[in-house]
């Protein structure tokens, strides 16, 4: 049998890991109950991670890293005594930490792993996720977004007859709706046969922590209304008041009031205050009740992309350790009605969907099926003729099935143009500064003539990251580019920047759409011209009746145009 591969959660507030055992994913108890703080700690000379490094945090927040996964992807840098960090090295050190607590604990040899992210990552932040993984000595065969991996949890249930409330074991949309600590995210889902993710939208930015600052915020206020300091930007007392924030709010999901009581909250000074006061969960809920709004318009959006009503939903599957807030479910209660049902482990179905979809790739016989989608549209930046404004033109729209291969067509602007710069956007607006930009690179032409066809294909793989591929049609002049997170121009980032400063008159332009315009134009004049000049009469004769087809398929504008226009570029090329 193939080695195992491990599912690892590698959340903002906690990780964990999984392994499918007896068909069964099962949670390794490391840190006790498998949810291992996602903290660093440095004390003295060791390097503590996990729940020693959580206990440190509150008293030692110089010396801690908390809440890591909202920096991947970035270049931000991380002080942890003497030594600087990037945030995936620190994702590394908790990676390890799990990989070693597993080998120490039951003797396993954890190498191969599926590690979750949420679904709304970018490229950048789910190859910083991989490179956490490498650092780490881990190699990681897949990364899957979490509300999905939750599906393929809750589907195994189903598929098992566990789902004790499916009397029937069959149901055909489901929500997930994920809260954990740093990012929200939604899914909607298609169950049959196979698992197909309809529809993912969400937030990296809105979790747990914003509800424990809203709180630090009440604290804060608290102390200043009783004649104490502001120390709102004092961070020793913020952690400390973060830290009894979260407990406090944990608390109010099983009780109707709580009594938070805290002395010797240090500050600037070197005075002690003391803070104590009783919140109720009504006034914790009235505060957060923005955030709860928030993922509720979220909610509403993945409805409409997916093109069914809340009605139509079955099943809503709570994800994330923020469900067991009472509000959240009410408000899904009011939006579902009876769809909404509790959910043992909301922190570990993640976890458990890895190791599930880990075995789906060692080939065990596990029956599911996954369909995932891109979360975001993937575009170009490119010049639109008709009102001279740089537009971002979709190449893979949001919501496409994963893997995707997509290309389209663009053109130069001007004759004999060198150079066509290509900037890679993420996101659904036509404004590129709106988007996110995740790579740039430029395509050398070849001499020709204006309006000459550039075709730019990306391709999304099934960890959700993007290859672009350009060619100057006709001439074989190609590039191809894979994004890096700490590069993301691609290799060509300093040439680009050189280019940028140059004037027009070194021919570099942006490359504009025309699926209709002139570079289709541009193709039947060239292959008018080349019909000609070339003397064998067979070749005369297979691009004639080539162009007539893709004529006539252009003035149609039917489906079999973009292969004939292929056809024909590639015949072009021959001759
Ligand atoms: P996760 O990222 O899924 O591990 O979720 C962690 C978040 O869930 C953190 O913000 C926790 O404070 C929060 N959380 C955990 N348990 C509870 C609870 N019983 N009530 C409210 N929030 C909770």
Known sequence: MSEQIYGIDLGTTNSCLSVLSGGQPRVLPIDGNGLVPSVVSLDGAELLVGRRAWNRAAAFPEQTIKSVKRLMGSNEKLRLGEKTYQPEDVSAMILGYLRDEA?????LKVRRVVITVPAYFSDAQRRATIEAGQKAGLTVERIINEPTAAALFYDQLRVSGQDSQD????WKYALVYDLGGGTFDVSILRLSEIIEVLASTGDTHLGGDDFDARLTSRLLETIREGGGPDLSQYRPAVARLTAEAEKAKIILSQKGTVHIAEAHIPTPDGRPVTVETDISRGEFEEMTAYLLERTTDFVGKALDEAGIRASDIDRVLLVGGMTRMPAVGQRLNAIFGQAQRPVVDPDLSVVRGAAIQGAIITGENIEQILLDVTAHTLGLS????RTGNLDCVPIIPRNTPIPAVRSRLFATTMENQKKVELKVYQGEAIDPDQNVLI?????????????CPIEVEYSYDLNGMVHMVAEQKGYSRRTEVRF???????DDFQSLDFLDDDDNDDGLEPASPSRAGEGINFITRRARTLLEKISKEENQAVLASLLERYEQALANDS??????????????DEI
């Not at 009397?167 to 069959?170: D, L, Y």
């Not at 790579?439 to 309006?451: D, I, Q, V």
């Not at 079999?560 to 024909?568: A, K, M």
């Open 439 to 451: 790579g740039a690179s430029f395509l050398e032409l070849a001499r020709a003539e204006a309006h």
């Open 382 to 385: 490119a010049l639109n003729a």
């Open 167 to 170: 009397g029937e074991g069959r």
């Open 484 to 490: 890096d997170s700490r590069n993301p121009q691609g």
């Open 103 to 107: 080998e120490r604990l039951e003797g």
């Open 559 to 572: 489906a079999d145009l973009d292969d004939l226009e292929d056809e024909l570029l590639s015949l072009m």
